[in-house]
C-alpha cells in the first residue's frame, strides 16, 4: 500500500502557481527526499499534507484515504515537523508535549508513556521542566521531533527540519529518522536543501517552481541532469539558475 | 474518533489557556483595573448627572455603580475575548496554531473548544470582579452570582467568537491592533453599557438604533437581567444566534478551503 499517493495536485496563491500538476506515491515504510530551492513548493506541499491548505484541484491519500473526505484518519497517522517552530515558548518541554497529545485524543496515562518514550530517545527527560523559551534551537527542534512522534504516526513529514542545527544535532536526527524508517517502517517525506540531509541511494523528489522536475533514486536523478553531485543539481534548478 | 478523545482535546486546551492566564498576573490585574476605574472613578463623577429612573429589572432607583456594572463585565468579557483573539493571530505568526490545526480532530469542535477555554477565563475574572465591585456597594441578590453564570458564558462565547472570527480575517498582528480600534470602543460604547437605551434615545434617536443593533448591548442586557434572576428573552435570543452566527464565520474562516487563510501569502 502507499502511505502517500498525490494525483495531479495544483495550488495557487491568488494569481501565483506555487504547485502545478503535481503527482508521486511514497510507497509504505519508504524515505524519500523532498528537494528544490526556496519557492519551488515544498512548504505549500506540506500545509497541503496538513490540511493547512486545501486545493480543489488535484487528490491526496494518505494510506488509501482521501485527506478531504477522512482528514481525521489520514492526519492521525501523520506526524509533521515545520520549518518554521510551532512550540509555544512560555510551556515547558513537557506541557508542549502534553498538550500536543491532547489534541491527537491520547488518554493521560498513553501521553505519559509516550512522552517519557520520547524525552528519552532526544535526550531531552532531564530538561522537561523547562521552558522552551530558556531552550537553544537545537533542543527546540528536538522537541519538535519528540511531539511529531508522540502519537506513533505511520507517515513523517519533515520540512527543512534540520536547518540551523549543529551538526551533532543534525547526524542524530538524521540517524533517529532513518532507524523510524527503517526498524518501524514510518514512511518519511523529508523537505530540505541541505543535502548533506540525502544519500546517494535515497529516492528523491525535485521540485522547481511549482513543478515536479524529476523523481527516483538520487544517484540517477543527478546523472540525468548531467550534474557531478546533488549539490550541483541543486545549483542547477536554483532561481538564479534558471533565470540565466 | 472515540468520545474520550474528544474529552481530552478538550481538557488540553482548557489547560493551556487556564496556565497562560495564571502565567499572565498582570493579564488578570489589567483585565481588573479597566472596569474598576470605570466603577470608581468614571461612576462617582456620572452619578450625579445621570439619573436613572426605575427600569426592569430593577426594582427600586439604584445607584449608578449598580447599574453598570452588568456593562463592565461585559467589559472584561469583551476585552479577555479580543485578547484571546489576538493571541490567536500571534500563534498563527509564531506558527503554534499549526499545532491546533492539525489534529486529527474536527477543526469546528477545536474552534469550539477554544471558544469555551476563553470563555472559562473570562468567567473567572468577571467573578473576580463582582468580589472587589462588592466592596464598592455593588451588592446583587446572592442567588443572582449563580444565576449570572450561564448568561455571562454565553455572552463571553458570544464575543470570544466575534474575536475568533476576526482574527480569522486579519493576516498580520499590526492589522489585528488597528481593527480592535474600530471593534472594542464602538462595541462599549454604543451600548447600554454605561446609560438606558432610553437616555440614548432621548439623546439621539440614530445612535439609540445603532445600540439596538449592536450584540453587545443584548449581552449586557442578559447579564442585568439574570443578575437579578430575571429573563430578558430578547437579550437571549440576539445573543444565542450572534453567538451561532459568529461561530460559524469563524470555522469558515479557519476552513482551509473556504477561508481567508493562505490566500493571498503562505499557509497559516
Not at chain 2, 469583551?78 to 491546533?100: A, I
Not at chain 2, 489585528?176 to 474600530?182: D, E, L, P
Not at chain 2, 437579578?228 to 437571549?236: D, F, I, S, V
Request: proline letters at 4%.
Amino acid at each position: 500500500m502507499n502511505a502517500l499517493e498525490i494525483q495531479q495536485l495544483s495550488f495557487q496563491y491568488g494569481a501565483r502557481q506555487a504547485l502545478d500538476d503535481i503527482s508521486f506515491a511514497l510507497p509504505e515504510g519508504s524515505f524519500c527526499g523532498l528537494l528544490g530551492p526556496n519557492g519551488a513548493g515544498k512548504t505549500t506541499l506540506f500545509a497541503l499534507l496538513t490540511r493547512l491548505l486545501s486545493s480543489r484541484q488535484g487528490q491526496i491519500r494518505i494510506f488509501g484515504q482521501s485527506l478531504e473526505d477522512n482528514p481525521g484518519q489520514a492526519l492521525q497517522s501523520m506526524g509533521m515537523v515545520f520549518q518554521q517552530s510551532t512550540l509555544d515558548l512560555d510551556l515547558s518541554i513537557e506541557q508542549n508535549l502534553s498538550y500536543h497529545a491532547a489534541l491527537h485524543g491520547l488518554s493521560r496515562a498513553q501521553s505519559r508513556d509516550s512522552i517519557e518514550q520520547q524525552l528519552q530517545r532526544f535526550s531531552i527527560a532531564e530538561r522537561r521542566h523547562e521552558r522552551v523559551r530558556q531552550l537553544n534551537q537545537g533542543h527546540r527542534r528536538r522537541v519538535e521531533f519528540a511531539r511529531a512522534l508522540l502519537h506513533r504516526p505511520r507517515l513523517l513529514l519533515l520540512d527543512e527540519a534540520t536547518v540551523g542545527l549543529d551538526v551533532e544535532t543534525r547526524h542524530m536526527i538524521n540517524q533517529h529518522v532513518r532507524e523510524l524508517c527503517h526498524d518501524q517502517g514510518v514512511t518519511v517525506l523529508w523537505s530540505s536543501h541541505l543535502v548533506d540531509d540525502i544519500h546517494d541511494d535515497d529516492p528523491i523528489l525535485l521540485l522547481q517552481q511549482g513543478r515536479l522536475l524529476a523523481q527516483g533514486p538520487c544517484a540517477p536523478v543527478v546523472a540525468q541532469h548531467d550534474c557531478a553531485s546533488l549539490h550541483e543539481l541543486m545549483l542547477k534548478v536554483s532561481p538564479r539558475a534558471a533565470c540565466a | 474518533m472515540r468520545l474520550a478523545a474528544y474529552l481530552h482535546a478538550f481538557n488540553g486546551i482548557l489547560y493551556r489557556e487556564l496556565y497562560r492566564f495564571l502565567q499572565q498576573r498582570s493579564r488578570l490585574l489589567s483585565a481588573l483595573v479597566r472596569p474598576l476605574l470605570w466603577l470608581v472613578v468614571f461612576a462617582a463623577g456620572f452619578r450625579a448627572a445621570l439619573g436613572i429612573s426605575i427600569i426592569p429589572p430593577y426594582e427600586t432607583y439604584i445607584t449608578y455603580e449598580v447599574y453598570i456594572t452588568p456593562g463592565l463585565l461585559g467589559v472584561i468579557l469583551l476585552f479577555n475575548g479580543m485578547q484571546s483573539s489576538l493571541s490567536m493571530v500571534v500563534d498563527r505568526e509564531m506558527g503554534s496554531m499549526r499545532v491546533l490545526l492539525t489534529s486529527p480532530l474536527p477543526r469546528p469542535f477545536l474552534l469550539f473548544s477554544k471558544l469555551m477555554a476563553i470563555a472559562v477565563i473570562s468567567a473567572i475574572q468577571a467573578y473576580v470582579f463582582l468580589v472587589v465591585a462588592w466592596f464598592f456597594d455593588v451588592h446583587p441578590p446572592a442567588i443572582g452570582y449563580l444565576t449570572l453564570l450561564p448568561a455571562m458564558v454565553l455572552s463571553a462565547l458570544m464575543l470570544a467568537a466575534i474575536g475568533l472570527f476576526i482574527s480569522s480575517l486579519v493576516r498580520q498582528l499590526e492589522n489585528f491592533a488597528g481593527v480592535m480600534n474600530f471593534v472594542v470602543f464602538p462595541m462599549f460604547f454604543l451600548s447600554s453599557a454605561l446609560y438606558p437605551l432610553w437616555k440614548m434615545q432621548e439623546a439621539n434617536e440614530w445612535l439609540y438604533w445603532v445600540c439596538s443593533i449592536n450584540p453587545f448591548t443584548y449581552a449586557v442586557e442578559l447579564m442585568r437581567f439574570a443578575l437579578y434572576q430575571q429573563w430578558n428573552g430578547l437579550a437571549l435570543a440576539v445573543v444565542l444566534g450572534s453567538t451561532l452566527g459568529f461561530t460559524l464565520a469563524a470555522i469558515a474562516g479557519y476552513n482551509p478551503r473556504s477561508g481567508l487563510l493562505g490566500r493571498k501569502q503562505g499557509p497559516a
